[in-house]
């Protein structure tokens, strides 16, 4: 079965650092996410992609957060600085180009901010 | 109030017993309903994914939504350790219809 990729697995990282994660969706799927998760939480969007355009990036924090999918294909998310409160799991998710198809997850980028 | 209501447990039942587990949501726009199971350090991965009122089964999971309640339970039968996991539910089609809000998550534990 098709999986999402991301990478690194784990990262860890000092305040005032650059950080950058990867994800490759699942094949053929126009739309791609951003999900943050702290732990004992759920899921909140951080940045929703349709093909190479921003669709919903409301909850992103642009000041210090930026995220692009220069080709509708793969991603990257990027935090600069680095702070403390911004060690997470940072989950990506694909789905079909249809309104309301399931989210595939890719098993997340585990961040520590020292 | 959060749009997704779910008890963070965690719940721990014997290997064998039925479990039922819950969310409740306040927008009754809601129309798409998922469960997702979650183990430690992973991604979440789709269970059931129903649309509208009714029951969804697939092998000892059944999905129910009761849209005039607002309530959707998520019940495994023949409960197996290797169910030990979080389990969140998400819903969606509401006024930014293809917006998916998540519950916190139910820690569920079977015990052998």
């Known amino acids: 079965e098709a999986e999402v990729a991301q990478s690194p697995r784990y990262k860890i990282t000092e305040k005032s650092q650059a950080v950058a994660f990867w994800c490759d969706p699942i094949?053929?799927?126009?739309?791609l996410y951003w999900y943050r998760q702290i732990l004992g939480q759920g899921p909140e969007l951080l940045v929703q992609?349709?093909?190479?355009?921003?669709?919903?990036d409301s909850q992103l924090p642009k000041d210090r957060f930026s995220a692009e999918r220069l080709k509708g294909v793969d991603s990257t998310l990027k935090i600069q600085p680095a702070e403390l409160g911004d060690s997470a799991m940072y989950l990506c998710?694909?789905?079909?180009?249809?309104?309301?198809?399931?989210?595939?997850f890719g098993n997340g980028t585990r961040l520590t901010v020292t | 109030q959060k749009e997704v209501e779910q008890d963070p447990g965690p719940l721990s039942v014997p290997e064998g017993a039925i479990v039922s587990l819950n969310c409740t949501y306040s927008n009754s726009a809601f129309q798409y309903f998922m469960w997702y199971r979650q183990y430690s350090r992973k991604g979440p991965e789709l269970l059931m994914y129903t649309y509208s009122s009714g029951n969804k089964e697939d092998g000892r999971f059944t999905a129910q939504v009761d849209k005039s309640s607002k309530y959707i339970s998520l019940f495994i039968r023949d409960s197996q350790p290797s169910d030990s996991a979080t389990y969140l539910c998400?819903?969606?089609?509401?006024?930014?219809?293809?917006?998916?809000?998540f519950g916190s998550g139910t820690r569920l534990s079977i015990r052998p």
């Open positions: 998710a694909s789905s079909r180009r249809d309104r309301n198809s399931p989210l595939h």
């Open positions: 094949s053929g799927h126009a739309t």
């Open positions: 992609f349709q093909d190479e355009s921003v669709v919903d």
């Open positions: 998400a819903m969606s089609g509401g006024s930014s219809a293809s917006k998916i809000i």
